[in-house]
């Protein structure tokens, strides 16, 4: 309980935005959060950005679901078509008892291989942890996945190869200790606000900031250095950084001696890539190519920091293990102000991917193909093995509704019908299935394709952990009872587990977190009381009383031997190149104003009066050439589809480039994405695609 004056009370949690994970408190007033302070987090330390302060009246807002809801049977064929104030043209209430055992039946009905499961990386470590055991154990097998997918597998696919651990090897907040740090394919005072604030005053101080983006932003006035290299030319620009800290001997011997392996291959790989070739490629000038590489390698301690542009490539894990050689040849992994960080999306992405919502591991990214592994799992959940073979990921399960091989799915908080590639043949998957169960607070443009709809809870009503960005667990607290009938999201996975015939007896997110413990290492040290009581405790937790550690590998890799690996990477072409039907590239991102696919902050008043209306960003120069002003409706078609957008005039955007966020269900930036994927994280190119640009007529 806090001061009364001004509110009823306050309750201190985690903002549910992104990944920076700061800490919050709620100030509660007849039974509503009137406002909301940063408080001291190891994150934030009191900060918070406009989504943190001002966007949490999603929470209260018309549209909450309050009841199960089951599909009418007069209800209209399955498509995008329900008025979510309105639902009751394709819904009726039910209970609780009647909407789980619908759900539960439909579910086992079909069984095994035939269902699978999205879990939300913007619940609970615990729901993260109980909604992959459900599926594994419910049905037999891994085909389970989250929106990890869309965002870092390719990051997480080449640390896990190359470093042993899919985390950040150095907290965001080591950049006060660095000299030098590179922001690559990231636009964090947009996407980690609060993280751009530590990234500017370390600039401010004289570090130097090395920004490399395709598109221009605000982070430019604090550069150094800023390279604005052409879309999808990460490799060839990372790789003749590289070959000038070869070719001027500037690595760093000593450290590539002690802790890494295939460095002979990676050097020999880098003399194919001087700068003057990689230049038309690139499109950066090879003196500052040169002039990047001796300031990095130059630096006494420096980081790198990179987002969902260098991950949302066909080629985004050949992108990251460059990024990963970087860091390697120079040294800079393991001590005070080096590190390489990959600024992590959702809120809880972190832990929904250590929990385990991943179709090739078990939690703590135990793989699922190791019988040690399974055994030891096995025995501790018992009902039933864990099956040896990897799962299907986001876009394959819906690849297999379409084949008709999955024909039931159980989706917790996640908007598939917005955030895929290729979003209509994402739909279309959805509106195919046999029996759709969905979990959210909202209805969701998924919703809409559901048979039965669980109404789940928002952050502020529920008690739970989540890890941020920066390895940190953070506690979470009910600050509110759900709305109507709606119920925590743990309780909802447990009901239905009971229902498919699991013998599980949680009582409370605790009981969860204490068998997550028992097969999780990293949280070793780490427990649910100590986290009531401290907050935050970072992983990994070397004693029970220490805070954790931010920096990890001063001493090796947990890799074989002890090594980490150099993989070298070719360049190789987006996907799908412009041409003469379409001539420019599209990429597609978030707005500071906007979460993902807007179900929370278009109900956020503050938010959606500040950007209310779908649009894109084109430079002044191509809109002139359209024969466009700013705040026209023009038309972007891809090979996928098309939409009908309002433009805006964008000086950070290169002339043969379109930028789309992708929030707005008016106008989907997915009905136009390439759902072609990396081969080794297997996740989609949302950052390249060829597009066609039109002005409409007649405005
Ligand atoms: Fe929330 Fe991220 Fe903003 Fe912090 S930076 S307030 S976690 S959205």
Redesign the pocket.
């Known amino acids: 309980q806090g001061d009364t004056g001004d509110f009823d009370r306050e309750v201190a949690s985690i903002?549910p935005?992104?990944g920076?994970?700061?800490q919050v408190s709620l100030k509660i007033k007849d039974e509503k959060v009137k406002f909301v302070e940063g408080i001291n987090g190891p994150a934030?330390e009191g900060r918070?950005?406009v989504?943190?302060r001002f966007g949490f009246d999603y929470i209260h807002h018309d549209h909450r679901l309050t009841t199960p809801l089951i599909r009418r049977a007069d209800a209209p064929a399955k498509g995008l078509n329900v008025d979510p104030g309105n639902w009751q043209t394709h819904f009726r209430a039910a209970s609780w008892d009647e909407a789980l055992d619908a759900a539960a039946n439909g579910l086992n009905a079909i069984g095994g291989t035939g269902v699978a499961g999205f879990g939300s990386a913007k619940c609970s470590n615990e729901e993260a942890y109980l909604f992959q055991k459900l599926i594994r154990q419910g049905f037999g097998h891994n085909n389970v996945d989250h929106c990890t997918r869309l965002c870092h597998a390719s990051s997480v696919a080449a640390l896990m190869e190359n470093v042993g651990s899919g985390a950040v090897t150095a907290t965001f907040n080591e950049i006060e200790n660095a000299d030098v740090a590179i922001v690559i394919g990231a636009n964090p005072i947009e996407n980690?606000?609060?993280a751009a604030t530590y990234f500017k005053q370390f600039a401010k101080r004289g570090g130097k900031l090395i920004v490399m983006d395709p598109r221009g932003q605000a982070l430019k006035r604090f550069a150094s250095h800023m390279l604005q290299f052409r879309p999808g030319a990460d490799v060839s620009m990372l790789n003749a950084i590289m070959h000038v800290i070869v070719a001027e001997k500037l690595y760093d011997q000593q450290y590539i001696d002690a802790y890494t392996e295939n460095w002979e291959a990676e050097k020999a790989h880098l003399a194919d890539f001087a700068p003057e070739k990689m230049t038309g490629i690139c499109g950066i000038d090879a003196e500052v190519l040169r002039d990047v590489a001796r300031t990095f390698a130059s630096a006494k301690s420096a980081m790198i920091f990179w987002g969902m542009g260098v991950s949302q490539h066909i080629h985004g894990t050949d992108n990251s293990r460059c990024l990963i050689s970087l860091a390697l040849m120079t040294g800079q992994v393991g001590r005070p102000g080096a590190g390489l960080h990959p600024l992590r999306g959702q809120?809880n992405v972190q832990g929904a991917s250590d929990a385990g919502l991943i179709p090739m591991f078990l939690p703590d990214y135990q793989p699922v193909g190791d019988a040690d592994v399974r055994t030891t799992f096995q025995e501790i959940w018992q009902d039933g093995g864990v099956h040896p073979d990897k799962g299907l990921t986001v876009t394959e399960i819906l690849d297999a509704v379409h084949a008709g091989d999955i024909r039931g799915m159980y989706i917790s908080g996640e908007n598939p019908a917005m955030s895929d590639p290729d979003v209509d043949h994402a739909r279309a998957a959805l509106a195919k299935l046999d029996h759709l169960v969905v979990q959210d607070i909202f209805l969701t443009e998924t919703a809409n394709f559901a048979d039965v709809i669980l109404p789940a809870s928002a952050f502020a009503e529920k008690n739970g952990t989540v890890t941020n960005t920066n390895r940190q667990v953070q506690m979470g607290r009910a600050a509110l009872a759900p709305p109507g009938a709606a119920r925590e999201d743990w309780w909802i996975t447990v009901e239905l587990a009971k229902r498919l015939g699991l013998r599980w007896s949680y009582s409370h997110p605790r009981d969860v977190f204490a068998e997550m413990t028992q097969v999780m290492p990293s949280l070793a040290n780490i427990t649910w009381d100590r986290l009531a009581a401290e907050n935050a405790v970072t992983y990994p937790s070397l004693s029970p009383t220490d805070p954790g550690q931010p920096i990890v590998f001063a001493d090796g890799f947990p890799r074989a031997g002890g090594r980490a690996k150099f993989t070298p990477a070719n360049v190789i072409a987006p996907d799908e190149v412009p041409d003469a039907d379409y001539p420019m590239i599209l990429t597609t991102g978030r707005q500071l104003e906007h979460w993902h696919t807007g179900s929370m902050t278009r109900r956020s008043k503050v938010l959606d009066a500040v950007e209310p209306e779908a649009n894109c960003s084109l430079h002044p120069a191509t809109l002139r050439a359209l024969g466009a002003q700013p705040g026209d409706m023009i038309r972007l078609t891809t090979r996928r589809g098309s939409i009908d957008i309002m433009a805006r005039a964008d000086r950070a955007v290169a002339p043969d480039m379109v930028f789309v966020p992708f929030a707005y269900v008016e106008a989907a930036a997915n009905t136009l994405t390439n759902p072609a994927i990396d081969p080794y994280g297997k996740i989609p190119e949302f950052k390249f695609a060829a597009v066609r640009i039109e002005k409409i007529a007649d405005q």
Do not use: S, T, Y
């Open positions: 903002c935005f992104c920076v994970g700061c934030n918070l950005c989504k943190g980690h606000p609060v809120n």
